[in-house]
């Protein structure tokens, strides 16, 4: 389904839950979002310079994303009985790109779970991305990918 042919930046996240509530699907609204100014390849060297850091929408949305998800994975852990480790942690990234002369997103989820089985944890970041309304909304519009790290 791609059709980006040259990605020109990708919005990353870091999603950790500091506590079991989140993991639960139960959020306290505190964001932590470190910013960036990326340039524009068709904007000319100097374009940025004197922009402060401000969020993407690719950043943006993958920041929603991975909250909803992290959520998502909580409480599909909480249905299978599953204590997820307390370093569990939820990567989203969006690329913006071109196919010729039209702007694409496409995405891709980590799910970090250090030291769980990873047939488990696959089962789980599955489960997780059937149930996460953004992943639902992306679903057949976006390339997306879902990937489990373990060690």
Not at 117 to 142: Q, V
Request: aromatic share 6%.
């Amino acid at each position: 389904m791609s059709n980006i042919q040259k990605v020109l930046l990708t919005g990353k996240t870091h999603t950790t839950s500091p506590d079991a509530r989140v993991l639960a699907g139960k959020h306290d609204g505190t964001v932590t979002m470190a910013l960036s100014a990326p340039g524009n390849p068709r904007a000319p060297a100097y374009a940025f310079d004197t922009v402060a850091p401000h969020p993407t929408a690719e950043q943006l949305f993958a920041g929603a994303w991975s909250a909803c998800y992290i959520a998502a994975v909580g409480i599909v852990a909480a249905e299978k009985q599953v204590t997820l480790p307390a370093d569990t942690a939820v990567e989203v990234e969006v690329d913006l790109g071109m196919g010729g002369a039209d702007y694409y997103i496409q995405g891709r989820i980590n799910l970090v779970v250090p030291g769980l089985d990873h047939a488990l944890a696959t089962e789980i970041a599955h489960a997780a991305d059937a149930i996460c309304p953004y992943s639902k909304a992306t679903r057949g519009n976006i390339d997306v990918t879902v990937n489990v790290t373990t060690a």
